[in-house]
């Protein structure tokens, strides 16, 4: 709820809302006050034409009380009228203790007054007009019920459109950022793709100044970006063929070497077991290490097809001379999408550093935890310290065992890379005790996708 | 094998590789006969018959895949590329060039040459089969495979299939409906246990339904059994 979209339609929402209350507000203030002038105006002046009968009929017959019955006056209103202590009314339903009590004495004091107030409830509007002539002062009190409901009326409809332009408010400003964002969201779609390993994505220019240097500069850094990662990819082209082809030369001297050895003196024996070692060890790492650099670029992009898992690992641990058996939970036993080559890869260098490090592997299996698919091997070294379980997952990393006996060791990019291949199928490779023995277990997790 | 000296015809422009693998596979009882480029290796093939040929895919005067394809085109002796690559690129354009097999650089002789020998083995079958077993003709839809007399025809009409694509479908027509798996192929057509790469038997089979499918794109005779591996429609 703190986006962009969600601000600008809050901020537009907030912004029709307040211009049209404040419309709202305004409009109702001067309509009210020119109604309740019009309405009291009329009042007054239907008041002043009943006084005047009443002081004529007084005049006339001394007796003002029976003129009340002949006034045509309107069904809502109800006349007072005292005379020296006298008070008759149109109706028994309001007495003079009803009336506002300064309206009454400022009559009595011969001023004519008005005042609006409340009768039970009832919004109502009283004039008080004195009559010195017959002694009389004339009260007339009305019900303002109709006004007050045509207020009320106007009320709501200011209120109803106040709420519906602070919707349309909020509607315009939902479109505005949908409108404002959409360039937005075209560059975070570009990204996303690029992100994804399509380095060929760029932006189409649009006519526009504000976001023209957003697109230009998108376009600069994929161009930078792509670039780089060619240059990358012909780097360790170059570097590949050019450590190769030397490492070929030296590999097959070696191997041609090794037919002669037993002519060598002892000290050359060694010195040359010492050599073809190295080679050797040379080769792999350098193998890894392409392997590495070339993992998840357009050179091997990632392909899933459906495999048997526990048929993969089987191959794996045999091809590495190790005869165990591999345990596969039937409902790990389908064929799930993974990437074979990789897996395979992932697989056969935990046997591999389980060969070299550990005695083996000693058991193995494929199994499913949930929705994600584990694949476990176990062997019979002496574990890994928790302290290193994330650190030799690192590039050229070791264990503090393998590190004092390096000749046993392999090129040290064994394991991160069996986390890359791992990661690139969404998944994640940790170490952990291998249960009833001072081993090691290593877990290979990767979502679980039945083909 | 040991009296018939094998002779291989090694293309590779570096001198000092060139001169070591050479050593190297004479140790192993091998008859290497060098070649420094394309042309020369032409010449040389011109010459003398090899049984096997070992490319390298960068050459200073023709692309490695080029020869590749010259050599299949003049015979069908298995051919295996040396790429320095460390992606695949190379390997699976040296397959669809019609090579038989791949090594990287740097390569354990050894296993260079145990594969070479697992290639020759498995030519000398046929033959041995064809001796042992009473002729047999296969009837795959309009394919017919004279598994004896290593004919195929297709409508009627003769198809040239590489060594390897012969003994893949023979292995496959054997087996008819049944589903064999890219490791069972290996080990029964390329004589390889637990080395070759599934992609040598992907790459084999697209070739092989380009020549015997009327629809290559739609394969409706060898079918893949995903997850599993390959197998002709019964």
């Given at each position: 709820v703190t986006g962009l979209r969600f601000r600008a339609i809050l901020a537009f929402g907030l912004g029709a809302l307040l211009l049209s209350s404040t419309v709202g507000v305004l409009t109702y203030l001067f309509a009210e006050r020119y109604l309740v002038g019009q309405r009291e105006a009329s009042l007054q002046r239907e008041a002043f034409v009943h006084a005047r009968l009443v002081r004529e009929e007084a005049l006339r017959s001394q007796r003002p009380a029976q003129t009340l019955e002949s006034l045509e006056r309107a069904p809502d209103s109800t006349i007072l009228v005292a005379s020296t202590g006298e008070w008759i009314a149109s109706s028994v339903g309001i007495g003079p203790d009803d009336l506002p009590r300064a309206l009454r004495r400022a009559a009595r004091e011969g001023v004519v007054a008005h005042q609006r107030f409340e009768l039970r409830?009832?919004?109502?509007?009283?004039?008080?007009?004195?009559?010195?002539?017959?002694?009389?002062?004339?009260?007339?009190?009305?019900?303002?019920?109709?006004?007050?409901?045509?207020?009320?009326?106007?009320?709501?409809?200011?209120?109803?459109?106040?709420?519906?332009?602070?919707?349309?408010?909020?509607?315009?400003?939902?479109?505005?950022?949908?409108?404002v964002l959409r360039p937005v969201a075209d560059v975070a779609l570009a990204a996303e793709m690029v992100g994804s390993g399509n380095l060929h994505t760029r932006l189409e220019p649009i006519n526009d100044r504000d976001l023209d240097r957003v697109i230009t500069s998108f376009n600069g850094m994929v161009d930078v970006l792509e670039q780089r990662i060619e240059r990358d990819e012909r780097f360790v082209s170059d570097v590949s063929h050019e450590l190769r082809s030397p490492l070929t030369t030296l590999s097959a001297a070696a191997d041609v070497m090794q037919a002669q050895r037993t002519e060598l003196s002892t000290r050359g024996q060694l010195a040359f077991d010492l050599l073809a070692e190295e080679v050797e060890r040379f080769g792999r790492t350098l193998e890894d290490l392409l392997q590495l650099s070339l993992s998840g670029t357009e050179a091997e992009p990632v392909q899933l097809t459906p495999v048997e898992l526990g048929t993969l690992v089987d191959r794996a641990v045999a091809a590495a001379g190790?005869?165990?058996?591999?345990?596969?939970?039937?409902t790990a036993a389908a064929p799930t999408l993974v990437d074979e080559r990789r897996m395979e890869r992932a697989v056969a260098n935990l046997v591999d550093n389980a060969r070299r490090h550990a005695g083996g592997v000693v058991a193995a299996s494929v199994r499913l935890r949930g929705d994600q698919l584990q694949i476990v091997i176990d062997d019979a070294g002496p574990g890994v310290p928790t302290a290193e379980r994330d650190r030799i997952f690192e590039r050229f990393a070791r264990g503090a065992a393998t590190r004092r006996d390096r000749s046993s060791s392999g090129g040290g990019l064994g394991l991160a890379l069996v986390q890359e291949d791992v990661r690139l199928h969404g998944g994640r490779v940790w170490v952990e005790d291998a249960p009833g023995s001072t081993g090691a277990r290593f877990v290979i997790e990767v979502p679980w996708r039945p083909a | 094998m040991s009296s018939v000296p094998v002779r291989i015809l090694a293309v590779e422009d570096d001198?000092?590789?060139?001169?070591?693998?050479?050593?190297?596979?004479?140790?192993?009882?091998?008859?290497?006969?060098?070649?420094?480029?394309?042309?020369?290796?032409?010449?040389?093939?011109?010459?003398?018959?090899?049984?096997?040929a070992l490319v390298d895919i960068m050459l200073p005067?023709?692309?490695?895949?080029?020869?590749?394809?010259?050599?299949?085109?003049?015979?069908?002796?298995?051919?295996?590329?040396?790429?320095?690559?460390?992606?695949s690129h190379d390997a699976v354009a040296g397959?669809?060039?019609?090579?038989?097999?791949?090594?990287?650089?740097?390569?354990?002789?050894?296993?260079?040459?145990?594969?070479?020998?697992?290639?020759?083995?498995?030519?000398?079958?046929?033959?041995?089969?064809?001796?042992?077993e009473q002729p047999t003709?296969?009837?795959?839809?309009?394919?017919?495979?004279h598994a004896s007399a290593g004919v195929v025809l297709r409508d009627g009409v003769e198809v040239t299939l590489t060594r390897t694509e012969f003994l893949l479908l023979c292995e496959l027509a054997r087996h008819r409906g049944m589903v064999l798996s890219r490791e069972t192929l290996l080990e029964r057509v390329w004589g390889y246990e637990y080395c070759g790469e599934g992609r040598l038997v992907d790459s084999h089979v697209r070739r092989l339904r380009a020549k015997i499918e009327s629809d290559p794109a739609r394969p409706s005779l060898l079918v893949t059994v995903?997850?599993?591996?390959y197998k002709l429609q019964a």
């Open positions: 409830g009832q919004p109502s509007y009283a004039i008080g007009i004195p009559i010195p002539a017959v002694s009389s002062v004339y009260f007339e009190v009305f019900d303002l019920d109709e006004l007050e409901r045509s207020l009320g009326i106007l009320r709501a409809s200011l209120l109803g459109a106040a709420a519906i332009a602070t919707l349309l408010g909020a509607l315009v400003g939902l479109w505005a950022s949908r409108r190790t005869h165990v058996c591999v345990m596969v939970d039937s | 001198e000092r590789i060139r001169t070591v693998v050479r050593m190297a596979l004479e140790d192993e009882g091998f008859v290497v006969t060098e070649a420094e480029d394309a042309r020369t290796a032409l010449a040389r093939f011109e010459e003398q018959p090899f049984d096997v005067d023709l692309d490695g895949l080029e020869l590749c394809r010259l050599l299949r085109r003049a015979s069908d002796i298995p051919i295996v590329i040396v790429t320095a690559r460390a992606d397959l669809e060039a019609g090579a038989d097999d791949y090594v990287r650089k740097p390569f354990v002789v050894k296993e260079l040459s145990a594969r070479i020998r697992a290639l020759l083995r498995r030519i000398q079958r046929p033959t041995i089969e064809a001796s042992n003709v296969y009837r795959i839809g309009s394919v017919e495979v995903r997850g599993l591996g």
